[in-house]
């Protein structure tokens, strides 16, 4: 599939990852990017991506509109939206409305108000939309949601989830970083800080992995460094719809932490572990023993299987999983191009409704840290 | 020294704990005890102990009073209180009434009344007392304070500690089990279950380290089990006096979980690891580099040294950090009872201040969690 | 760089990893393939690959001539070679003697005679040549190795490199696996199964990391599974040339193990551990401490920090570890074919030399194992 | 039971460790000692023990001829050996010659003929004989061994036992450190270092776990300190009575390890894995998924649970594995002098016959080490 990229310019992380990403399973080609809004680095960032000048476009607008001329089979598939947050709706909306399949970065938007005019663009236009709530594409969290799913645990009682970093414990925004620049800034990140950028992921993980919503939560964000304008650390109370109790927290200040993006839930009869920076193994644990599971290793659900591509003990990572969200929609999306319909592996991916939530989850804990109430209800 | 034991007797469980940290130093030796309110039960348990009939007593005034009149050299020199938390209280008071210096279980007591009685007395009589906090007694725990308490992490910012069990996943209490069923019952457990149990470990562990004091908290307390009486599971926000957030879990009905008592702090500089169940290996993160320290390895703080009795890869465990307590306690009375000075190493124990804050924990995460206050004060 | 393929169709393994590595960085596209010695199947697997007809080849002899005929700029600008190791030699040698640069899985070849004339080759014609020894991709790995090289354990003492696996605990040839039937087949694996598989990777990293050279060793190979021809474990005593003395074993029928090459160097004042398993973090001891270098964090060697794509925590793997053979051969390829000088780190990738070394490992282990002498000589 | 103690006085290091070890469990008391060959140092070490000052003796020969002449009740019931190695011999002889049950520590003496004189006199008096092998004290090696008889691994193919430290990096012997004179010192530790300090414990918990014999071996020991006279490292290849093949290697120039023995052992149908620093977890592997098992948790085997204290998760260590050993001793003693016969599981500990094959041990590894033939005998 023929892939159009919205940001990503040079000195950019994220839009590299969706790159490489894409890239690793052979079934996507960059052909064309509006790697920024300024024109001269837009063509610039095309050049070192080997694009010919003419698909490195000065605008998301430009090369919407240039690439629909081009004949089916030349101009682009998709769109793949990778600018800070505040940028994700403009090219999404029009992306939709001229006919392209959408890839966005998360959070989904700035806000929920756009978050929810994208969902009703999606399901108007009836095209893919995929979310990268990239963590939700290792195997062996698709294997924890079939555990928890298949009854392994009994019924959910607590869930833990844990998002701590360190890389912002000081005022880096202050030292020129693009990265932390953007992020600590309200008017490109949004409400929040920490928890729009990973506190979204966690939570993400906690209802893709149990199946459960959060109802309501009690949350105390703070901004620890001085001078920070948002959120540089959260913690949160939750309460789930089946009547489950949880935590979450997530923390840029957490000195020392790399990405340790980890979570364990406990039902009746069992609890399961698994942890972002050893992804491969997934623990499952009862009052009677403790059994490991592994990527490539025994019988794992078919989603779990269809997200590795090499034996056991040959590492998967990040990018691995990052690019599970590109392989499935691209299969999707060929099918459904030629008319075929996908297979529920092909759609095993995040979408709208993961991206309105987090929208939803990142309004009510800014709203609950502010306020006396215990419970603040989650609404989505 | 010579050690009176109330409490202990077959089938009890911390009764054997208590005596094997006592021996294992060879500093102190049991002489006599009232190890069941069942005079009969008393007998046969001191008779298993290699005890002579005339020193195992039918209960814990007889014991106090018959012990006061043999000469000094031959009578015990302090009390091991051991039984449930209800019968914390009589026996403490009595054998500080009279002369003796105590060991007690902790919590300290039924109620924070009571607590701060003991704690009065403690002070009139300026006799020694312990509470075996007994995981403050591990070297990794004291090499953790030292460092914190030298600026090696900064300013602390954020505390997570965490105490997941998962033995009482089950009505365990419906099924004769003597442990399960003083713990869950609140005439003999006091106003918590799991958090009286193990989440005061928690508090005194976080406090401990960090030298900090909690200030206000916001808990979520549940009793998932039907038919349970107590809390088995509690999600704490905290606040701590000098600004710093944190997040206590206490759960016994995390399945899978053994005893997973473990803590993360985070400073401005650096942050610190540890883990209950592998107690010799503290981690060290800062943002540039980790690393891993180890009982018996490079230069550790005074109060490590003295906690460890073989070389590093050696592993001792949790009876030995039990008995740090207790060799540390002998040391001090054995010197105080001489007449000499007891070495600040020596005086390295938990204590009944300790003691009335952990009675103050119980009573305030009980209140905030029946409170739809969003931040509920820790009074102690 | 435009990439062709020799080996590598349907049902192939490691053909895949070679793609799936030389795509992941956007530096390679693979433009034609003799994907199998059957033409019908090559053509079927380069239609897989979305390759036009005309490109897949029935015949590495008819690609390497009729992609000559191709001009500059469309026709592949390399050979990469992912054949079973009988038929490594014949491709490499004709690539090479008609202007190709090379990338070959490792082994070399399939005797040390091959291997030798491929060597002289590549000096005769001056062309780039990688051999696939993927494990010293990663970037912990040249983190090792340099920090060796600096003197961070003074004199190297000891070495201990491992490779156990354990899938052909049972006689999986017998049972229609494409991946063992040739591995364990001498007509096409060669002198040796286990130790030509995965021993050469051992021995590959043991001199790649310590930059010492194996002068004699005593081995004892054995096939334990009824049936197979070829050894399927083998553990070796080294002497390395400054005085060094080590063990490499390696086995396939280490029951439970995933693909665990490991390896630990100790010298006269420190040790350094890494595992294949977890390949982001090192481990630096010394009797003072332990400290843990993870990629990503802190200062590391250039060629370290070259070989990781994005931030600490987020994990890179197997394939990027692969890929940066890749990508560093396209990048010196590239300059090359410019007429520019490759970089240092440019050509930081195993090339023929470290070929020929592992063909004369496995000889000297054969030949060993079959000898009552307790020390043979390692010449390559 | 009564212990009477030869060597461990001031300065030794496995003299507490005994001493800890067997007041552990409240069924051994320290009457007696010849602490030292010096009596001034002896009577002060025994004063240190608040032993009174007749039962510190000035030499063993004056112990065991006075304690003689007590009454049952008074004297001591056995004699504890925790002298250097060349000091083991002259003791135990004159102990099972006056009739007292002997707990030596290892290697059981100072030349194989000594060791088989003991072998000798023990099963001509008919004395319980404990040796201090204590890692095989630890519940989980002794799951391990009941995993394997009972058949859960299938035939044992591969065993790699480890057991690296470091301190003896330097010429530490030069420093005045009595711990490493000793040990190196020919004439104190007999024909060998590393190997005979260490390397039998790794020799003794193969056997003890596979229930397998060594038959031959190849061993290539070193001194790499210069100045050393005994080998301070050693690689060994291993041949066992049933086929299966092995590694042995124990060191003590392993810079940055501390106590590092742990253990491999691979069977047709499966893999267990123990490490001594991590005593309470066994791993079980197999092709199709891993299982931990640890202390106290599920089903393990009877002497497993008879070696734990306390329940999961409050780890146990290395003072409680060797106080097993003392344990079951004492029991055993007990029941023999009181005409009773014991159980199984109290003479599950180490006798003399595991003390001559260590002695073997050492003799073959030495021999095999200077000689140029490849395997040689392993014969006790």
Redesign the interface.
Known sequence: MRMGMVGGGRGA?IG??H??AA????EIE?VCGAFSSDPERSKASGAD??LPPERSYGSFEEMILAEKQLPIGERMDFVSIVTPNHMHFPPAKMALENGFAVVCDKPLAFTLAEAKEIEALVHKTGLLFALTHNYTGYPMVKQARHMVHTGA?GKV??I?V?Y????L??LVESTGSKQASWRTDPSKSGAAGAMGDIGTHAENLAEYISGLHITEL?A?L?A?VEGRLLDD?G?V?LHFDNGA???L?A?Q????????LNI?I??????LEWH????NTLI???????????T????LCDEALAAA????????????AFGNIYKNFARALRKTLNGETPSAIDLDFPGVADGVRGMAFIESVVASSK?????YPFVS
């Not at 701590?164 to 890389?167: E, I, K, S, V």
């Not at 406990?266 to 609890?271: H, L």
């Not at 972002?276 to 992804?279: A, F, L, T």
């Open positions: 992380f590299g990852v790159r490489m890239a690793i399973d052979g960059l991506l080997y645990l009682r607590k833990v844990e701590p970093q360190g890389w414990s000081t009690c105390d703070t620890f650390d913690n109370l109790k949880g935590i927290h923390s200040i957490s000195n020392g932490e790399e990405n340790g364990r406990y039902g009746e009869t069992g609890g972002q920076m050893e992804p499952h644990k009862t009052n009677s023993g403790v059994q490991i599971l592994r490539g290793v025994g019988a591509r090499i034996p056991a003990g040959h590492p998967e990572g990040y990018l691995e306020s006396d109430q215990k419970w």
